[in-house]
């Protein structure tokens, strides 16, 4: 059935299969009757009502109004598809649900010919998917490339799944594509076209989880048109979150607190989705985590933006933040799907990265990392002191001006943060997250302050501009434009003065790199960014100094066996597993977790981060690892790698990941020791298909 000479090849799933969604829906309703619960139809919610706790930081759902009447409940779902949005609205405060709705066509061809054993077919370079229909017929329907938004204004209230008129020519290129793969089909009649509404998200990924505005109002939305095969994992999840706060597997992809309010913004979702309906079914070439969207971008930059762009940044983008992953005038729009020059091996930019990473190591260059989330946390009197205490694993009551790196634990001792706190003034924190974390932090320090609290929290992140100025040479630059000694005695490791930069004051310069490497994180007042950075270049031309990006950033820390939350840390991870136990005070003081990592420290860990250097790998010829490879010891599974890297110094693929060990027969994980990690153990890691030989690192290598 299929036009051979256009066809490379395909992975057939035996056990994949269709169903009626309205067979499904219905036998679900009937079961859920059958075990007392009552389904309410024509119920409109008027409003979720909530209570405020906790000086105004805390919300909690208490119940719902209806056009029937109010009900009491203190766990509320929305799960309202294309309506998800609207119904974020109807509470104080609104909880942002970032889904539009568009257009979504299927087609249904009359008889002719086609087998009842046919399977579902997805063609992802044609954008189209077809199966089998009733009596020799074929379905297919598809997400083309650019797609048609629909009620942007608002949704018609009497929209109740219903059919709209389709627009045959934005539907006319699918057709096309359909007729080139099945070349038969160019003579079959047409039953009908079915243009219906789908919800779609600003990143083509799932909503699920408790939302960051109230407490138990969870959320369960923008399905991105695979509503059938996503219910029953939105189903198992959800209700594991409202029973027990927590899931059997990582959801932060798909987590709601992945978002901030831009997200939300109705004209930004419009002409995001346009965009993101295509890239269900396009070819996502790697880019170590950063969107590439064309819709929706410049949108979160900091001040240097321009400056950068001239000196040639490529930018990506993550939480809607601008930031520069290279410096290359030459590679404007290589990132995206449609350039043709995207690859899962060695990348056009290697060697841009390589020079970068070596002004890093033994010259000087620097990089705008102004996209970290930062918050002020202060209060009159020891509050601000005494909470974060209670919330962080590590010693936050230091002298004024310490470094304090440390996690955020959870109840099982797993990472909810991991982040640096700095006592800038008496009783006035700056904490310093991962971009990521901006939501997700909020929600997590409103959740756990005390009543009556007197501690106040600022999202501050706008208000610096962060240049990571790094090397052997910074040292010296940066001494020719300030008056503070920059010598260690003077200035020691984790430290954090303000001093003046050039003629700009009040920078807070932070003795830290993030990457290991000498240097100084300088959070510089936005309104002096522009001069200090220009004045850092002129002056450091006399060094050679460079721009850098986060790709080269990455080949820093991956090589340091340097872990960042949400690549390899999560909230399931550990200090223990990934030897961060040294910033984590069991005997001085009492943390959220405690309890948890008192009892793990007696056991033996049943993962361990470790790094590995592939041996084998032809860096020209080989595909590269990107992350989430699989991870062979003996010839047998053991886990996934996080973070992929080339090492440059190594000279080596340099991958991170956590080693288990697992019961053969029954999957369980089993503790873990030295021996089992190095002795009598040959690891592989997979790359498309084929194993590469990689040599373990249990601990950091020793770099020349």
């Not at 109010?70 to 609205?89: H, P, S, T, Y």
């Not at 996080?642 to 080693?659: E, H, M």
């Amino acid at each position: 059935m299929i036009l051979s000479e256009l066809t490379k090849g395909g992975l057939w799933v035996p056990d994949d299969g269709v169903m009626s969604v309205m067979d499904c829906l219905n036998y679900f309703a009937n079961q859920a009757k059958k075990h007392g619960i009552k389904i309410i139809e024509h119920c409109e919610v008027k409003n979720v009502l909530v209570k405020e706790t906790k000086n105004g930081h805390y919300h909690k759902v208490r119940g719902v109004k209806t056009n029937l009447g109010e009900i009491e409940c203190d766990i509320f779902v929305n799960c309202a598809g294309i309506r998800a949005r609207e119904l974020g609205k109807l509470s104080e405060p609104r909880v942002k649900v970032p889904v539009h709705s568009c257009e979504h066509y299927h087609s249904i061809l009359k008889p002719f010919g086609i087998k009842p054993n046919m399977p579902v077919i997805r063609d992802y370079d044609s954008h189209i998917y077809m199966k089998y229909n009733a009596g020799g017929g074929l379905l297919f329907g598809g997400f083309e490339k650019e797609a048609k938004p629909i009620f942007h204004e608002s949704i018609p209230k009497d929209f109740e799944n219903c059919s709209l008129k389709p627009d045959l020519d934005h539907f006319y290129p699918l057709i096309k594509n359909l007729v080139a793969r099945v070349p038969i089909s160019v003579d079959a009649e047409i039953d009908k076209v079915i243009c219906s509404a789908e919800s779609f998200t600003p990143d083509t990924k799932l909503i699920i989880g408790e939302s960051s505005e109230i407490d138990n109002y969870f959320v369960a939305a923008g399905t991105n048109g695979d509503t059938a095969s996503l219910a029953g994992g939105i189903g198992k999840y959800t209700a594991e979150l409202i029973a027990f706060g927590e899931t059997e597997i990582q959801l932060w992809p798909i987590d709601i607190r992945r978002f901030v309010k831009l997200h939300n913004n109705r004209k930004f979702l419009r002409d995001r989705v346009r965009e993101t309906v295509g890239k269900q079914y396009s070819l996502k070439y790697p880019t170590y985590g950063m969107s590439l969207y064309k819709t929706g971008r410049k949108l979160r930059t900091s001040p240097l933006y321009t400056r950068l762009l001239s000196h040639g940044a490529v930018y990506g983008e993550i939480l809607g933040y601008e930031r520069p992953l290279l410096f290359d005038k030459t590679l404007k729009d290589f990132f995206y799907e449609d350039s043709g020059k995207g690859t899962f091996g060695k990348p056009q930019w290697f060697e841009k990265v390589q020079e970068e990473y070596t002004a890093c190591r033994k010259g000087v260059a620097v990089i705008d990392m102004s996209s970290f989330t930062k918050f002020e946390l202060k209060s009159a009197g020891r509050e601000v002191v005494d909470f974060l205490q209670q919330i962080c694993s590590n010693d936050i009551d230091c002298p004024i001006g310490t470094v304090v790196h440390t996690g955020m634990q959870n109840h099982r001792g797993g990472y909810e943060n991991d982040c640096s706190v700095i006592q800038i003034e008496p009783n006035c924190f700056l904490v310093i997250s991962p971009v990521t974390q901006q939501t997700r932090s909020i929600k997590w320090l409103s959740e756990h302050f005390p009543e009556d609290s007197g501690v106040l929290m600022s999202d501050v992140t706008s208000l610096y501009t962060a240049i990571n100025l790094l090397g052997p040479k910074s040292i010296e630059l940066l001494s020719e434009l300030t008056d503070e000694s920059l010598s260690k005695a003077d200035f020691p490791l984790f430290t954090c003065k303000e001093i003046d930069v050039g003629y700009a004051s009040g920078i807070r310069a932070m003795r830290l790199t993030h990457t290991g490497e000498e240097g100084f994180m300088l959070y510089i007042p936005t309104e002096y960014s522009l001069h200090v950075y220009d004045t850092l270049m002129e002056k450091g031309k006399n060094y050679g100094i460079v721009n850098a990006g986060y790709y080269a950033l990455r080949s820093l820390r991956i090589e340091k066996m340097f872990a960042f939350w949400g690549q390899d840390l999560d909230k399931r991870t550990t200090p223990y597993e990934c030897n961060r136990e040294y910033r984590v005070k069991l005997e001085s003081k009492d943390f959220i977790g405690k309890m948890a990592l008192m009892q793990l420290k007696e056991q033996r860990v049943r993962k361990k981060f470790c790094q590995f250097l592939l041996e084998d790998h032809n860096l020209y010829q080989d595909p590269w690892p990107w992350g989430s490879e699989t991870i062979y010891r003996n010839d047998k599974f053991c886990g996934y790698v996080t973070s992929a890297s080339f090492g440059f110094s190594l000279r080596k693929q340099v991958c991170l990941g956590f080693v288990h060990n697992f019961d053969e027969s029954t999957g369980e994980k089993l503790p873990l020791t030295m021996e089992y990690l190095t002795k009598n153990a040959h690891y592989e890691i997979d790359i498309a298909g084929k194993r590469y030989k990689a040599k373990i690192n249990v601990y950091p290598p020793n770099l020349k």
